[in-house]
């Protein structure tokens, strides 16, 4: 994606074992390159979400691991990179995936040669990123142009997304916001409707600002308002990310994505999830009783960070002191609440056999 005139993806190597990201803390205020030199340095981005997403956490980790074998390519050192990187978040799916993708072809090269493949692998991970949320911004644009088809001429396609599952969140793309990025270019008329995402405030800090730089109509609104929208046409259909999909279509998603699959369910909004294949797990079919839910820091609720009329960045508590806070970081939409799951291959029905149509090589 371009700011400013410059092309950009959210994660690249710089060589001679740095590798480049956005520190995506410090957006929309700040624009800030961050270099990391080593294993440390890459779990604590990840950990700290200097980067963050699904796709992006799994290529994150993929050159985490490169950079420690620069200190360490012993099978021990690519154990503990693994098992370190491994132990940064438990929701999103292609953290593991990515792992095991490294230590399978990195464990049965001599040590000699694992920094190098260790790059270049890393480096194929996020390339193949961009290729998948391309292609699932074609599939996905097909809807939101059926969508424009079925509305009175000129007037915009509203899309509802929650969080951030644009460019940022990934390489390049994104997933849910792929399909409205390639709709725009397409020019069709549309409209996103941007959840806040409370507690961190991924849509309205991260989503807002990727929108806002692509030139893409956009409104930011709290995170109750998505229901009212829905039940006064306001809302043509939904596109959301996802961070685990099991073998059965439950979509896990970053927190607040089950009540709207509800709302949507309830006044008849098809509700569509950008799904990469690195993001389906498929050895679990129960997504309510077998995702591991993160839960964060309190004080990700209980405070809340902007920058001040004068420029300073201040961070004030609008919790009363001393009242508990709990902050779970996503929940479980069942396969029931979704229309379609937009994949690299094409829209398929959230279910085994809709994702086996798809993917037949995993039957
Ligand atoms: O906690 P985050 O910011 O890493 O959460 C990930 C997300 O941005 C969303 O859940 C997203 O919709 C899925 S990742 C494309």
């Known amino acids: 994606m371009r700011i400013d005139g410059a092309a950009y993806r959210t994660i690249w190597p710089e060589g001679d074992g740095v590798v480049a990201i956005i520190d995506q803390t410090r957006l929309p205020h700040d624009f800030a390159v961050v270099r990391l030199t080593g294993l440390e340095e890459a779990a604590h981005a990840i950990r700290a979400m ?35 990187l491994l132990a940064t978040r438990p929701t999103a799916v292609n953290l593991r995936w990515a792992l095991e993708r490294m230590r399978g072809l990195l464990a049965p090269l001599p040590e000699a040669q694992r920094v190098g493949a260790a790059e270049a692998e890393a480096a194929a991970i996020a390339d193949e990123d961009v290729e998948i ?46 399909p409205v990025y390639a709709a725009f270019e397409q020019g069709i008329p549309l409209h996103v409707w941007v959840d806040e995402t409370r507690p961190r405030n991924q849509g309205a800090s991260l989503t807002a600002w990727e929108l806002k730089h692509h030139g893409v109509p956009h409104t930011v609104i709290a995170d109750n308002v998505g229901g009212h929208l829905m039940q006064h046409g306001k809302v043509d259909l939904c596109i959301v990310g996802t961070d685990r999909t099991t073998a059965t279509g439950d979509v896990c998603n970053k927190i607040g994505t089950y009540l709207k699959a509800l709302a949507a369910h309830d006044n008849g909004v098809p509700f569509y999830v950008g799904l990469p294949s690195p993001t389906i797990d498929w050895t679990i079919a129960d997504g309510v009783r077998e ?17 001040t009329a004068d420029g300073r960045i201040e961070t004030v508590r609008v919790t009363p002191d001393g009242s508990p806070v709990a902050n779970y970081g996503f929940d479980v939409t069942p396969a029931r609440l979704v229309t379609g799951l937009i994949t690299e291959r094409g829209v398929c029905p959230a279910s085994r056999e809709g994702l086996l149509g798809l993917f037949p090589e995993r039957g």
């Open 133 to 178: 949320n391309r292609a699932i911004g074609l599939h996905g644009a097909a809807l939101i142009r059926a969508a424009a088809a079925r509305k009175a001429p000129g007037g915009p396609v509203n899309v509802l997304t929650h969080c951030n599952a644009g460019w940022l969140a990934t390489v390049d793309w994104g997933t849910a916001l792929a």
């Open 291 to 307: 995702i591991p839910i993160e839960e964060r820091d309190g004080r990700e609720v209980s405070e809340l960070t902007g920058r």
């Open 50 to 84: 200097l980067v963050r997403g699904a796709p992006l956490i799994g290529a994150a980790a993929a050159y985490g691991v490169a950079l420690a074998l620069r200190a360490d390519a012993s099978d021990r050192g690519l154990e503990r990179a693994c098992a370190t």
